[in-house]
């Protein structure tokens, strides 16, 4: 159970916060303290487990319309060097099928030659077969511990996972410190955040390691609820209690949709697993009009989690009145965790082979891009910018979905941009937090209240900066290397349409971050030949703390990732997902 163990240690530490809280009275400091330690303990289990994987898993080496080939290394018999000592296989197979030879004549000659090495080499086989028979045991063994497999039929360790699971516990380490400098002014104590944070963390990795339906919507359960108390948790500030209320009742009707959709799916294929799904739906000649009523509502409850056209209205509302740390959540881990666990979904079952389906993926795409870039043009309130970026954002992902029979560059695709993403979010609304305080009726999130932010805080400025960049798509940022992958994923599978909502979607994006970029660095007005009081630049180390140098981390790796990418990929192509 070593695969699980990023999941343990979460519960570990929501155990441990509930007993210092109602026992010891621990301060928010220390809630702080204790939540981030339990995050790094499981982003390190997760990070060594994956590690460990990616050098265990089978690699991915050809692509192609149809199925998608393996690489598997063959072990040889006798020491004799074997040019190809490599066969692929397909992963539709099934593993215990025997393969038939194509020439009877063919495999009587190699089975005499076989029979003849096998008498030739049995005198050293006997000498040598008790040692080797042990210590192979003992290495199986420990091999198999860091193999990517199924832990029961609802959970999958692998590298994809594992992958996106240390992303979510980044972030959530990134909201925990950024929370504490926003609650800073304050006098009362805000553990029950951090727990919730942690239940928050831990409904997202659930999520990501789902390999079963069920799995999934308890999942997408345990990550939706905490957030109904994030969202309002600042009650005292303008629109908090309603985007609480907003996002709850429409979050349970699209709970509603979507278990409705998973009973669809269970009447018609007797299979909750994503691999017997895979394997019901590659085998069925024609999908019958309930599985299409299922998947229909599946995808209502997963465009509503997404905030996809036309499930988006709520997405601007919750985001102003939630506070900035909890918008990170909401645009990060709030969507992330879904959007991987169904591109895993994807990737194993054949849903996009039908055309109905696929149609509806591609209108629901091609007008969430059209109407997020242009609902942004016109608006003065960053988050609520935001809001419709985010739209627009996972418009430009479900492109990556669309076209998910080339496996390995919508594998490339979906983890390059979601990194991307993370870290211009992590720039943007970490500096709006920070900026910001708790005891205030709502964060500096206007673009008055930004207005010259360079020559009060030239570091977040420039963070914030870059991450507009990264947004917008432009060269030497990570956005772009993403955007980039987008549109040849998009022109291989031939999605033209798509391909002109991203281009056109990138150049209203541009306007639109330009004009706050620009807004960060208007010098401010001056009275009397002085300039106002604190719009002088200061840059003292004081200043400086771990907030700080999260968002300029960000910021240099959003950086990092667009003048030199191929780390970026290399990491991306290390983490496979199991196809069996």
């Known amino acids: 159970m070593i695969a699980l163990s990023p999941i343990f ?55 192609s319309s149809d199925n998608m080939q393996i690489s598997v290394s063959v072990s040889e018999p006798t020491k004799e060097p074997n040019p190809s000592s490599e066969e692929t296989i397909a992963i ?7 393969i038939e030879s194509s020439s009877g004549s063919e495999d009587t000659s190699i089975d005499s030659n076989i ?18 028979d042990d210590n192979s045991k003992i290495d199986g063994s420990s091999k198999d511990e860091w193999k990517a497999r199924h832990i029961t039929a609802l959970f999958t360790c692998d590298g994809y996972g594992l992958l996106y699971t240390s992303l979510i516990l980044m972030i ?29 963390a831990l409904g997202g990795v659930t999520l990501v390691y789902a390999s079963h339906l069920i799995a999934f919507f308890v999942g997408i359960e345990l990550l939706s609820i905490p957030f109904v108390g994030l969202i309002g948790y600042q009650y005292t500030q303008t629109h908090s209690l309603e985007a609480a209320v907003k996002y709850m009742i429409l979050s349970a009707i699209a709970s509603v949709f979507l ?89 194993l079952a054949p849903i996009v082979n039908n055309e109905t389906i696929r149609i509806i993926l591609v209108i629901m795409a091609f007008c969430s891009i059209l ?64 900026d910001s305080h708790s005891n205030e009726l709502q964060d500096h999130e206007n673009e008055i209240d930004l207005s010259g932010l360079f020559w009060r805080r030239p570091i977040l400025a420039l963070a914030m900066g ?16 993403g955007r980039f992958l987008l549109v040849l994923l998009g022109v291989t599978a031939e999605l033209w349409w798509l391909v002109a909502a991203v281009v056109i979607g990138s150049a209203l994006g541009l306007y639109f971050y330009a004009r706050l970029i620009i807004n960060l660095y208007i010098r401010p007005p001056c009275r009397d030949g002085q300039m106002l009081s604190g719009a002088s630049i200061k840059l003292k180390w004081k200043d400086i703390r771990i907030s700080e140098l999260i968002i300029v981390l960000c910021a240099l790796l959003t950086l990092l990732c667009g003048i030199y990418p191929k780390w970026l990929f290399n990491l991306v192509s290390m983490a496979q997902y199991l196809t069996t």
Request: aromatic share 12%; net charge neutral; hydrophobic share 50%.
């Open 9 to 63: 240690v979460l519960s570990f530490s929501i155990i441990v916060l509930l007993f210092s809280l109602f026992v010891f009275k621990i301060s928010t400091r220390g809630c702080t303290i204790l939540t981030v330690c339990g995050l790094v303990c499981a982003l390190i289990c997760s990070a060594v487990i994956g590690y460990k994987i990616s050098f265990s898993t089978q690699t991915i080496t050809d692509i």
């Open 92 to 98: 539709d197979t099934v593993p215990n099928d025997t």
């Open 115 to 132: 029979d003849n090495s096998k008498i030739d080499n049995t005198a050293t086989d006997v000498d040598t077969h008790s040692n080797i």
């Open 172 to 200: 959530s380490i990134a909201v925990a410190c950024f929370a504490y400098r926003w609650f800073k002014q304050e006098q009362i104590h805000h553990g029950l955040f951090y727990l919730i944070l942690l239940f928050m």
């Open 259 to 347: 278990l409705m959709g998973i009973a669809f799916y269970y009447a018609t294929t007797g299979e909750l697993t994503f691999s017997g799904l895979s394997y019901q739906l590659s085998t069925m000649p024609h999908l019958s009009t309930l599985l299409l009523m299922g998947v229909c509502l599946m995808l209502v409850g997963i465009g509503f989690k997404l905030s996809l056209v036309p499930f988006q209205l709520w997405l601007p509302d919750v985001y102003q009145g939630a506070p900035t740390v909890v918008a990170l959540l909401l645009s990060t881990v709030g969507k992330v965790a879904i959007f991987c666990a169904i591109a895993r979904l994807f990737l």
């Open 371 to 434: 109407w997020g870039n242009l609902l942004a043009l016109k608006q003065s309130s960053l988050k609520r910018l935001l809001a419709y970026s985010s739209i627009a954002h996972f418009g430009y992902l479900f492109t990556a979905l669309i076209a998910v029979q080339y496996q390995v560059l919508a594998l490339e695709t979906i983890g390059v941009y979601l990194v991307g993403y993370i870290l211009a979010n992590i720039c943007i609304l970490g500096a709006i937090s920070l």
């Open 466 to 481: 870059i991450g507009f960049l990264s947004l917008a798509g432009t060269p030497l940022t990570a956005g772009f290397v």
